[in-house]
């Protein structure tokens, strides 16, 4: 079955500290996709990237990088010198060729960033 | 370009009213999902639309619940009659085809007393 684990659930940091959010996941289908969601204190979920199982680069987009390691099924998130709009809860998601699009997310993981 | 709109953004309701959500995907949109956030299950699909045809709607809690798509970009969830533990925020998501990346609208926060 499928199933998403973020282990940290709650993430404190003074700004400009770099910070690593971990995401394993769990699937049995060979064609998935993960995503990473933010969710600031306003609520809305804002995406901010989606990888297939076939790609395995590493990604950078300014301050945030995607680490994709199939051997370890994690995908984990990496945001450089970190600043207090970083601050929100970020989820990750997968969703199985398979299953139509369906995303199960994981439980989140809320980041504060202290000035 | 307009994302996806949902209304109301608020509503208080007492139990056993009927409360109807709406969700506007974005244009050119095929997918529809509902998806629902509360603390003690997170973020859970209810629903989801493929080209306005219901596809899985395994996650419906109980048959109070029912969603529709009468047409592209348009939806709704219904939720008759309404119980306390239906307050959540309930999320529509749209994408341009299945297994696409799905955008969010900013959620029905939704308190039933």
């Known amino acids: 079955a499928q199933k998403v684990t973020q282990a940290q659930t709650e993430i404190s940091v003074v700004e400009k500290e770099d910070v690593t959010l971990d995401c394993v996941y769990e699937t049995r289908d060979t064609t998935y996709y993960l995503f990473w969601y933010k969710q600031p204190p306003s609520g809305e979920l804002v995406f901010l990237i989606r990888?297939?199982?076939?790609?395995?680069q590493n990604e950078i987009s300014g301050r945030y990088s995607w680490n994709f390691q199939k051997s370890t099924s994690s995908f984990n998130f990496t945001i450089t010198a970190s600043q207090v709009v970083d601050s929100a809860v970020y989820f990750c998601a997968l969703s199985e060729n398979n299953q139509g699009g369906k995303l199960i997310f994981g439980q989140g993981t809320e980041l504060s960033v202290k000035p | 370009d307009a994302g996806v709109i949902q209304s109301p953004r608020h509503e208080v309701t007492e139990m056993g009213q009927e409360v109807t959500l709406r969700c506007k995907p974005i244009?050119?949109?095929?997918?529809l999902f509902w998806y629902r956030q509360t603390m003690m299950r997170g973020l859970e699909l209810l629903i989801y639309?493929?080209?306005?045809?219901?596809?899985?709607d395994s996650g419906m809690p109980e048959d109070r619940f029912s969603a529709k798509m009468p047409n592209a970009s348009f939806s709704t969830l219904k939720i008759q009659p309404s119980e306390p533990r239906d307050s959540a925020v309930y999320f529509c998501?749209?994408?341009?085809?299945?297994?696409?990346?799905?955008?969010f609208g900013p959620g029905t926060r939704l308190l039933v007393l």
């Open positions: 244009s050119g949109h095929n997918s």
């Open positions: 990888r297939n199982s076939f790609d395995e």
């Open positions: 998501a749209s994408s341009l085809m299945l297994a696409e990346t799905q955008y």
């Open positions: 639309f493929n080209n306005n045809v219901p596809i899985d």
